[in-house]
Each structure stands twice: as structure tokens, then as C-alpha cells.
């Protein structure tokens, strides 16, 4: 508990926003918050740190809660039909060193940015061609995460 | 701080059906001479990977930037390029092609990468969500149009 309060302050003395999805009883998902550092080769370290710490991470334009693009809102709403509410997400419009940084990182030129474990998924585009096709309830399982879609998926085979 | 931003609070559908055929769409526009980047984004998707079929569509007009900006595209590429490739290795090949755009104008791509059989079976393309006005503002997007202008 003593580390998440001083992971906490760290994440709002640096000034970088992390949405923390509520668990439905109110509590606070315990991911940890973000980075700490401020040069560009402490965020690429600490990047690597951040996509592993959650199962499911998202880098986009604003909060799951408010988002501020069109394709970033895209990845919300699918995690939403999907029942994911547990996953990190960071808003690079807070930090444009995080902005750029995760860009470098994935080697990936635009927001969002999805991980599943780690692992860059990809974008908006991939993540609603694996909802549509029916991947994307079959990586969430793979996560441990049993997708509300998941019902539906059976009962249309 | 960001300035306030125009929000587009048009939520998207619930089933998320995005995809719409274009019945009013030629498959082959002719370039436009005096969009550069389009047309670059043209040529560089045919030389380096020899589409079946192309789509290069300039959506910037749906997003928070002025009038006659280059700086949101959607692009359907059908190639047998693709073959064999998972989606995320298909997307990288599109962003390698187009590195430089990327970098200094295009501040939104969206792609979908098909192989000839997957356009043979569905030859529909998708349609981008609505814009929620995160470009007007962003310090980002204007260095990339300044980028595009000169």
C-alpha cells in the first residue's frame, strides 16, 4: 500500500495523467501509475516497464472517460463491449515526451497503442478487424480475460 | 494547457458496423496535381507494394484542421504481399512505405491491408469514427501542417 502511495505522488509531481478504471465496487484498479523520469532514455525504459505491468494497456488522445480522437474513442468503446474495464491507459496529450517516446518505442507512427501482455497489438484499425473477425475474443482469453462478447461468439458457431 | 476543443459527441454505434460500401466511389481517382501528399502516398503504395487495387482517401476534411490539409488519410491496399502475414506485420509494411509522411505531414493513417482473396470475399471499405476534435490545439498536428504547406 506504501509503495502505490508513493507511486501516486511520483505520477502527480511528473504531471503525467493515467486513467485508473474503478472496479465495479468502487475500488481503484491497482495498476501503477506512470512514469517517472523525465529524459527521453529513462521513458523508453520505463515504456518497457509500463506495457508489462498491466495485461491490457492503452497509449491514446485523452481518457477512456473523455477521449479526444475519434480512433482512440474507437478502442475504448470496443474494450467497453468487450466488459474490459480493467486496463491502464495513458494520455499522451498530457506528455509529449511519453507522446513521442511511445511512438519510438513500438515503432509505430500514431495513437492509439494497444498491448496485450506486453506485446504491441496495434492500433485502432487492428483492434476493430479483431473484434469484427472474432480475434479479439479469443486474445482477451488468452489474457485471462473472458470477454462479455464471449457468449455470443459461441452461440453464433 | 490545451485549449478547449470542438468535441464531435456523436457516439459511435454500438455494434461498431463501420463498414459501408462506397457506391458513389471510383476505385481509381485520378491524382490530384496540386495534393502532393496524396499523391506521394500513391506512389510510394504502388512501387513498393504492387496493389491489386488502391484506395488513398485524404479524410482531413472530417477532422479538426483547416480546409485543403493533407493531414489525415485512410488507405486500402490489396496486395498478395500480404499473404501470409498477420495484420500488425501487413500495417508495418504500409508505415515503412510512407516513413516520411508519416514523420513530417500525415498526423492520421488508418489502413487496411488486404490480400487479393480477402477483397475478392469482402470489397468493402471501413469508415472512419467520428472526429472528436483533438487536432484543433494540438501543437503537433499544426507543426505537421506547417510541414505539409511548405
Given at each position: ?16 495523467a ?6 465495479t465496487?468502487?475500488r481503484?484498479?491497482s ?10 532514455v ?6 518497457g ?8 494497456v ?12 475519434g ?14 474495464d480493467?486496463?491502464?491507459a ?23 497503442q494497444?498491448?496485450f501482455?506486453?506485446e ?8 476493430l478487424q479483431?473484434?469484427q473477425n472474432?480475434?479479439?475474443v479469443?486474445?482477451?482469453q488468452?489474457l ?5 462478447l464471449?457468449?455470443?461468439e459461441?452461440e453464433?458457431? | ?6 468535441r464531435?459527441?456523436?457516439?459511435i ?7 459501408r460500401?462506397?457506391a458513389?466511389?471510383r476505385?481509381?481517382m ?9 499523391r506521394a502516398?500513391?506512389?510510394?503504395l504502388t512501387?513498393?507494394l ?12 472530417m ?5 485543403g490539409s493533407e493531414?489525415?488519410?485512410?488507405v486500402l ?23 516520411e509522411e508519416?514523420?513530417?505531414c ?10 487479393p ?5 469482402n470489397?468493402?471499405?471501413?469508415k472512419s469514427?467520428p ?6 490545439g494540438d ?12
Amino acid at each position: 500500500m506504501n509503495n502505490l502511495i508513493r507511486a501516486t505522488a511520483r505520477c502527480l509531481r511528473s504531471g503525467a495523467a493515467v486513467y485508473l478504471p474503478r472496479q465495479t465496487d468502487g475500488r481503484v484498479w491497482s495498476a501503477a501509475s506512470a512514469r517517472f523520469l523525465c529524459s527521453a532514455v529513462d521513458i523508453q525504459k520505463d515504456l518497457g516497464e509500463m506495457v508489462k505491468k498491466d495485461k491490457v494497456v492503452v497509449f491514446m488522445k485523452g481518457t477512456p472517460a473523455q477521449p479526444m480522437c475519434g480512433f482512440s474513442n474507437a478502442v475504448v468503446q470496443i474494450l467497453r463491449m468487450h466488459g474490459v474495464d480493467e486496463y491502464a491507459a495513458y494520455n499522451v496529450l498530457e506528455d509529449q515526451d511519453l507522446r513521442q517516446g511511445v511512438k519510438d518505442f513500438s515503432n509505430w507512427p500514431t495513437i492509439p497503442q494497444v498491448y496485450f501482455n506486453g506485446e504491441f497489438v496495434g492500433g485502432c484499425d487492428i483492434l476493430l478487424q479483431m473484434h469484427q473477425n472474432g480475434d479479439l475474443v479469443e486474445e482477451l482469453q488468452k489474457l485471462g480475460i473472458s470477454s462479455a462478447l464471449q457468449n455470443a461468439e459461441k452461440e453464433s458457431k | 494547457m490545451l485549449p478547449s476543443v470542438l468535441r464531435c459527441a456523436r457516439p459511435i454505434s454500438t455494434s461498431l458496423a463501420l463498414s459501408r460500401p462506397l457506391a458513389h466511389f471510383r476505385p481509381h481517382m485520378d491524382p490530384d496535381p496540386s495534393r502532393p501528399v496524396e499523391r506521394a502516398i500513391r506512389t510510394k503504395l504502388t512501387d513498393q507494394l504492387k496493389p491489386d487495387h488502391l484506395e488513398v482517401h485524404n479524410e482531413s476534411h472530417m477532422h479538426a484542421v483547416p480546409p485543403g490539409s493533407e493531414s489525415h488519410f485512410r488507405v486500402l491496399v490489396v496486395s498478395s504481399q500480404f499473404e501470409g502475414l498477420p495484420l500488425i506485420k501487413r500495417h508495418r509494411l504500409v508505415n515503412e512505405a510512407l516513413k516520411e509522411e508519416l514523420s513530417t505531414c500525415v498526423h492520421a493513417l488508418a489502413i487496411q491491408a488486404k490480400t487479393p482473396e480477402q477483397w475478392g470475399s469482402n470489397s468493402t471499405i471501413a469508415k472512419s469514427p467520428p472526429c472528436m476534435g483533438g487536432s484543433k490545439g494540438d501543437h503537433t498536428v499544426e507543426e505537421k501542417l506547417k510541414a505539409g504547406r511548405e
